[in-house]
C-alpha cells in the first residue's frame, strides 16, 4: 500500500510539473506573440492606406466665400478734417529737411548763386526771384567758386564739380583730391582753382579739369578756409593755425601756430592787407609780413565766429554763431547788430550784390539793405514765416 501511494505521488507531481510547464510555454509564446500582433495589425493598416490612396477622397460640399467671410454691422465714415495739410506742409514737418544755407556767391553776370543743403541754385538778387536750379548728386555742399570763363565749381561733401551755368550741365568732375569733403574753394590770380578738403590741397587746371598738384601734408590737415594777400600768395585756415602757401609751386613759406582757440575757420583780407582770422572763440588780426597778432576783437572774445566780409565803406560784417555784426575795423566798435534773421547760426555772407548784403543761417536765406531795421527772410530758402 505504501509503493501504491508513493507511485500515485510521484504521478501528481509529474503531472503537477507538466501543466506547470505547458502554463509556462503559454505564457512565453504569449510574449512573443503580442509583438507579431502589433507588426501584423500595421502591416494591415499601411496595405489597406495603400488600397485607399487608390480610390479618390470623397468630394466636399462647395461653399460660397459669402458664407466664410464674417459681416460687420454698417458704420459711418470718420469725419473729413478740413484744411486737409499741403505738400509745403508736410515737408516742413518732416525731420530730415535742412534749410542750411552754407554758401553764397555772385558771379559776374550780377546774380547770386545759393548753396543750400537742399541744392544749388542762381537767383535775381533784385527781385529774389529763382531764375535755375542745379541738379546735383550731393546737395551738401561746403564751397562755391567761379572760374575765369564764368564756369562755376561746386565743392560738395562727395567731391568737386565744374558747372556750366547757361545749361546746368555738370561737365567736370570725379577729380582725385586729397579727400572727397570739399570745405573750401578759390582762384588764384592766375586763373587756377584751389580746393582746400579736410585732408588737404589741390590746384586745379579750370580748363582741363585736371589735378595739377596736391599738398597732402598740409599743417593743420583740414584747409578749412582761404584767402590771397596782396601779393597773390595763398592763406590757409586749417585746425593748427596758418599756413602761407606759394600758389606757383604749391610750397608752404609761413606757418602760423601759435594762435589763441588755434582753429582757424574763416578769412579776409582788409583794404590794408591784414588777415582777419575768424576763431571758435575769437576774432584776430594779424600782420602777415610778421605772423605777430595786432589784436583780439573784444566784442567778439568767447563767440564763434564763422563768416567775415568788408563791405565798401570799409566796415567789416561778422557772422557768428549767435547773430551778426557790423564793426569799426579800426576800432572794433559795433556799429549795428542785425534782427530778424531766419536763425542766429550765421554760415555764410556775401555784400553788395544787388544793392544788399545776402546772409546764410542754419535756417535759410536772408537778405539786408542800408538803413534797414532788421533783415528780411527769402521765402523759398527758409521755413514758413508765421
Known amino acids: 500500500m505504501a509503493m501504491v501511494s508513493v507511485f500515485k505521488g510521484n504521478i501528481t507531481v509529474k503531472l503537477f510539473r507538466q501543466r506547470t510547464s505547458l502554463l509556462m510555454t503559454s505564457m512565453l509564446l504569449g510574449l512573443i506573440a503580442l509583438p507579431n500582433i502589433g507588426i501584423a495589425i500595421a502591416a494591415s493598416s499601411a496595405i489597406a492606406q495603400t488600397v485607399d490612396n487608390s480610390v479618390a477622397p470623397p468630394k466636399t460640399p462647395d461653399v460660397k466665400p459669402s458664407e466664410l467671410t464674417p459681416s460687420y454691422p454698417a458704420a ?4 473729413r478734417v478740413e484744411p486737409l495739410p499741403d505738400d509745403r506742409g508736410i515737408e516742413e514737418r518732416e525731420i ?3 534749410y542750411r544755407v552754407s554758401n553764397l556767391l555772385g558771379d559776374f553776370a550780377g546774380n547770386l548763386w545759393v548753396g543750400s543743403w537742399r541744392g544749388l541754385a542762381r537767383i535775381d538778387p533784385n527781385t529774389g526771384k529763382i531764375l535755375a536750379r542745379v541738379s546735383l548728386p550731393n546737395v551738401a555742399i561746403g564751397a562755391l567758386a567761379q572760374d575765369k570763363v564764368g564756369r562755376l565749381w561746386v565743392g560738395t561733401y562727395e567731391g568737386l564739380k565744374r558747372v556750366d551755368p547757361r545749361t546746368s550741365e555738370i561737365t567736370a568732375q570725379n577729380l582725385f583730391l586729397p579727400s572727397k569733403r570739399v570745405l573750401s574753394l578759390l582762384l588764384d590770380k592766375r586763373g587756377y582753382l584751389w580746393a582746400g578738403t579736410d585732408n588737404g590741397l589741390a590746384l586745379v587746371s579750370p580748363d582741363q579739369g585736371l589735378i595739377m598738384t596736391t599738398v597732402k ?9 582761404l584767402t590771397l594777400d596782396a601779393e597773390g600768395q595763398l592763406w590757409v585756415g586749417t585746425l593748427d593755425g596758418l599756413v602761407r602757401v606759394n600758389t606757383a609751386n604749391a610750397f608752404i613759406l609761413k606757418r602760423i601756430d601759435d594762435l589763441p582757440g588755434t582753429t582757424v575757420q574763416a578769412l579776409a583780407i582788409s583794404p590794408e592787407g591784414l588777415i582777419w582770422a575768424g576763431m571758435p572763440n575769437n576774432l584776430l588780426v594779424i600782420n602777415p609780413k610778421t605772423g605777430a597778432v595786432l ?14 566780409r568788408f563791405a565798401q565803406d570799409g566796415s567789416v560784417w561778422v557772422g557768428t554763431h549767435n547773430g551778426l555784426l557790423r564793426l569799426n575795423p579800426n576800432t572794433g566798435a559795433v556799429l549795428d547788430e542785425v534782427a530778424g534773421l531766419p536763425s542766429s547760426r550765421v554760415l555764410a555772407l556775401v555784400p553788395n550784390i544787388g544793392n544788399k548784403l545776402w546772409i546764410g543761417t542754419s535756417e535759410g536765406l536772408a537778405w539786408l539793405m542800408p538803413k534797414m531795421g532788421s533783415a528780411k527772410p527769402h521765402l523759398a530758402f527758409s521755413r514758413a514765416v508765421k
Open 295 to 308: 589784436r583780439s576783437v573784444t566784442r567778439l572774445r568767447g563767440r564763434n565766429v564763422t563768416a567775415i
Open 96 to 98: 530730415n529737411t535742412d
Open 217 to 225: 601734408n598740409l599743417p593743420g590737415v583740414s584747409a578749412n578756409t
Open 76 to 79: 459711418a465714415p470718420p469725419p
